[in-house]
């Protein structure tokens, strides 16, 4: 698919503020006053600049708010009122300690959860997409939440914790790699389903259905080489867990710290914009693109 700059500042920075939130509301770290708001306005910054960024990629920016009323059958309905529930609990909790250096557990604990729930949403709102193998596998929820735990835990400064999750997500996401590359394979999805002709024998493109561009082309068949693939994987996951897992291990420095969070951040940019340019739609087949 196209890797919309938009969607991928959306799903990497959200993921990154609601994990820092989640380990807030958990108390770590166990900060008050000011020290407090700026942990919080960090959060907030990257889970609301991340939602706000996602609505650059909608023709109707403006219709955005309809998302809340379809919460019964839509992943992106969910993803808005979880979002909403962890920004109000995630806020009272904050004021606490900020204004009153008072932590009330049970709204840091219940801000927690909705901040994972949040992320969980996020992700099923690419995992239920069968016209793409690629994401729609069970691995992928776990993807963003690894992704999402192990950046919140590194902006909290929970080096012994980060440490482990960073090892966990960089292990969650090279079988993602693994498994997501025999997707399109194992979906049984080719040119004879495609199209539906099948049952009248061995299907193949004549001529392209025509010899411009359009929408599908440009939003759903982005194609990018297995060799330039290979080695953007391998710079995502150095950025994303070699490089801060060297740098937490060294002897603390706040330098250190700065650059383990930049060289993440990085990172995750990468494979997520990896993530959207590797996902093979269906509708290639029509094109002969997959």
């Known amino acids: 698919m196209h890797p919309a700059p938009s969607v991928i500042f959306f799903t990497t920075f959200s993921g990154l503020g609601f994990g820092l939130l989640f380990f807030l509301g958990l108390g770590y ?4 006053g000011w020290m407090a708001f700026a942990f919080f306005a960090i959060a907030y910054a990257m889970a609301v600049g991340g939602l706000l960024a996602s609505t650059f990629h909608l023709g109707r920016p403006e219709r955005a708010v309809k998302a809340f009323t379809q919460w019964r059958s839509s992943w992106l309905s969910r993803e808005a009122w979880c979002a909403v529930g962890a920004l109000v609990l995630m806020g009272l909790y904050a004021a606490g300690l900020v204004f009153f250096q008072t932590r009330i557990a049970i709204l840091g604990i219940l801000g927690a959860v909705m901040s994972l729930a949040t992320v969980f949403t996020t992700s099923m709102i690419y995992t239920q997409l069968k016209t793409i193998p690629r994401w729609n596998m ?12 192990a950046g919140g835990a590194l902006f909290a400064g929970q080096v012994s914790i980060a440490l482990v999750l960073l090892v966990i997500a960089g292990l969650v996401q090279v079988f993602t790699w693994v498994e997501g590359d025999k997707a399109l394979a194992a979906s049984g999805t080719d040119m004879a389903t495609a199209t539906g002709l099948g049952s009248i024998g061995k299907v193949r493109a004549f001529e392209p259905p025509h010899t411009g561009t359009n929408y599908l082309l440009r939003e759903f068949v982005h194609e990018i080489g297995r060799k330039h693939s290979q080695k953007l994987r391998a710079i995502s996951l150095i950025l994303m867990v070699a490089v801060p897992f060297v740098l937490l291990i060294l002897p603390f420095s706040h330098f250190f710290a700065l650059l383990a969070v930049i060289s993440h951040v990085a990172g995750v940019l990468t494979a997520r914009w990896l993530f959207f340019a590797e996902a093979e739609h269906v509708v290639g087949l029509y094109y002969g693109k997959r």
């Open 138 to 149: 069970n691995i992928t929820p776990v993807k963003f939440l690894s992704l999402s735990l």
């Open 29 to 32: 770290p166990a900060v008050t």
